[in-house]
């Protein structure tokens, strides 16, 4: 099992920054893949970006391209979520989600654990 605590969500003006971190603990985790999805009202969880914990390689969604940055510290097995020039779309419940295989992927429905996830509110 893994379990994952995220923190750092709150409330930001729009063009404001955030900073998510997400701690994994359990069997293997720097093993895998770390991803973060978003989930806003009535809409479908979304793949925002994720990394491998052994190269440090990263796949971000178009919609975050050039203003999220994901990051890891493998001795503390955190990720982190830098998010600036945030928008009022970017409102969502963000989760951090951790996967066991080495491939980075944007579904869901490949990750095999959750946090319980942390409110981003971007409104003025």
């Known amino acids: 099992q893994v379990q994952l605590v995220e923190s750092g969500g709150g409330l930001v003006q729009p063009g404001g920054s955030l900073k998510l971190s997400c701690v994994a603990s359990?069997?293997?985790?720097?093993?895998?893949?770390a991803g973060w999805f978003r989930q806003a009202p009535g809409k479908e969880r979304e793949f925002v970006s994720a990394?491998?914990?052994?190269?440090?390689?990263?796949f971000h969604a178009a919609s975050v391209k050039g203003r999220f940055t994901i990051s890891r510290n493998n001795a503390t097995s955190t990720v982190y979520l830098q998010m600036n020039s945030l928008k009022p779309e970017d409102t969502a419940v963000y989760h951090c989600?951790?996967?066991?295989?080495?491939?980075?992927?944007?579904?869901?429905?490949?990750?095999?654990?959750w946090g319980q996830g942390t409110q981003v509110t971007v409104s003025s």
């Open positions: 989600a951790a996967k066991l295989g080495r491939l980075l992927t944007n579904s869901p429905s490949t990750y095999d654990y």
């Open positions: 359990g069997r293997t985790v720097n093993s895998g893949v």
């Open positions: 990394i491998t914990w052994s190269t440090g390689a990263t």
